[in-house]
């Protein structure tokens, strides 16, 4: 219990970025289906987050105009990449090639991790587990392997570029030489900035020439959107919350747990198509997520282990000195 006080907002962050993420990922298939406007939906979703935060203004905080600079220079981008990139995907990339690349991401994370000032620690079993995830999404990919095309293939590879350099460089940003801005200026941050360019990709890619036909009415699929837009801002938010608690590749690792738990649900209760071999896949994957959980405690635990011996034995030493 005493254990669980003492880390409770990280737990709950946790969960309640989980069950965002399960919910987001499920809305956005929805309104993409309705409104195959992938470019636009995200930028109304970045204008909708941008005007929620502004409705706080006493929330926004930063230390310096360097903070400022350190973060929008990159961090906005990175987060436009991967989100436009994600929502462009579910046009284009089936379902097993994106959980593959997904899971392959948090490898590339670990080892950039390894090197930054509070390192990431890799053992043998964190890379089991890693091996374990990724057999897993191995075996989901004999679903629709013969759905996939050379522009779902670069889709789905840029997208895990994105967000491993997302989660590094914010995980960087926030806990490596951290900037001094609230939680609520880094969403107003990334949306504020990206919004616009996301905007342009939009017009550029001539989603502009559906707006009418797509949003003339007010029906089903205006309220998914408004209902994906409310979860886009608390999914941002949640986000950079459980940021500050939990790696990059930590991060990404519970992102793909939620993924999956999105496919279990459309296989049980939506109908859709899937094999035997698929959704074994799928709980390989699961338990593969369980494994890294308790491989990541066994990795944290350990120098602490280490420091409590150094301590006794070094107390040890000074009272023989006595």
Same mark, same amino acid.
């Given at each position: 219990?005493?254990?669980?006080?003492?880390?409770?907002?990280?737990?709950? /962050?946790?969960?309640?970025?989980?069950?965002?993420?399960?919910?987001? &990922?499920?809305?956005?298939?929805?309104?993409?289906?309705?409104?195959?406007?992938?470019?636009?939906?995200?930028?109304?979703?970045?204008?909708? /987050?941008?005007?929620?935060?502004?409705?706080?203004?006493?929330?926004?905080?930063?230390?310096?105009?360097?903070?400022?600079?350190?973060?929008?220079?990159?961090?906005?981008?990175?987060?436009?990449?991967?989100?436009?990139?994600?929502?462009?995907?579910?046009?284009?990339?089936?379902?097993?090639?994106?959980?593959?690349?997904?899971?392959? &991401?948090?490898?590339?994370?670990?080892?950039?991790?390894?090197?930054?000032?509070?390192?990431?620690?890799?053992?043998?079993?964190?890379?089991?587990?890693?091996?374990?995830?990724?057999?897993?999404?191995?075996?989901?990919?004999?679903?629709?392997?013969?759905?996939?095309?050379?522009?779902?293939?670069?889709?789905?590879?840029?997208?895990?570029?994105?967000?491993?350099?997302?989660?590094?460089?914010?995980?960087?940003?926030?806990?490596?030489?951290?900037?001094?801005?609230?939680?609520?200026?880094?969403?107003?941050?990334?949306?504020?900035?990206?919004?616009?360019?996301?905007?342009?990709?939009?017009?550029?890619?001539?989603?502009?020439?559906?707006?009418?036909?797509?949003?003339?009415?007010?029906? /089903?699929?205006?309220?998914?959107?408004?209902?994906?837009?409310?979860?886009?801002?608390?999914?941002?938010?949640?986000?950079?919350?459980?940021?500050?608690?939990?790696?990059?590749?930590?991060?990404?690792?519970?992102?793909?747990?939620?993924?999956?738990?999105?496919?279990?649900?459309?296989?049980?209760?939506?109908?859709?198509?899937?094999?035997?071999?698929?959704?074994?896949?799928?709980?390989?994957?699961?338990?593969?997520?369980?494994?890294?959980?308790?491989?990541?405690?066994?990795?944290?635990?350990?120098?602490?282990?280490?420091?409590?011996?150094?301590?006794?034995?070094?107390?040890?030493?000074?009272?023989?000195?006595?």
């Amino acid at each position: 219990m005493d254990h669980f006080r003492a880390h409770a907002d990280r737990y709950i /962050t946790t969960f309640l970025y989980m069950v965002s993420s399960f919910s987001m &990922a499920s809305l956005n298939s929805l309104v993409v289906a309705h409104l195959p406007i992938p470019l636009t939906i995200v930028s109304v979703q970045m204008a909708f /987050t941008v005007a929620s935060v502004g409705c706080s203004p006493s929330s926004l905080s930063w230390g310096s105009l360097e903070d400022i600079r350190r973060w929008g220079a990159v961090e906005p981008f990175l987060f436009l990449g991967s989100v436009a990139s994600s929502a462009v995907a579910l046009n284009y990339a089936p379902t097993g090639l994106m959980s593959f690349c997904r899971h392959a &991401a948090p490898l590339a994370s670990a080892l950039i991790e390894a090197h930054f000032r509070n390192p990431f620690v890799l053992t043998a079993h964190t890379l089991g587990s890693m091996g374990v995830m990724l057999a897993g999404a191995a075996m989901y990919l004999s679903h629709d392997f013969n759905a996939w095309t050379k522009a779902g293939v670069a889709i789905a590879s840029v997208n895990a570029l994105f967000a491993v350099m997302d989660r590094v460089v914010q995980r960087h940003l926030i806990a490596n030489i951290p900037v001094d801005i609230s939680k609520t200026m880094m969403m107003l941050l990334n949306n504020g900035i990206a919004v616009l360019p996301c905007f342009l990709l939009a017009l550029a890619a001539g989603e502009h020439t559906q707006w009418r036909a797509k949003l003339r009415r007010v029906n /089903t699929q205006s309220v998914l959107l408004v209902l994906s837009c409310l979860n886009a801002a608390a999914l941002c938010y949640l986000g950079i919350r459980l940021q500050h608690h939990v790696t990059a590749t930590t991060f990404m690792v519970l992102t793909n747990m939620s993924k999956l738990v999105v496919v279990i649900f459309g296989a049980a209760f939506l109908g859709e198509a899937t094999s035997a071999l698929s959704m074994a896949g799928v709980l390989v994957s699961i338990a593969g997520s369980f494994y890294y959980v308790e491989a990541r405690k066994r990795a944290e635990k350990a120098p602490r282990e280490s420091d409590s011996k150094s301590a006794h034995y070094a107390t040890v030493m000074q009272m023989a000195e006595l």
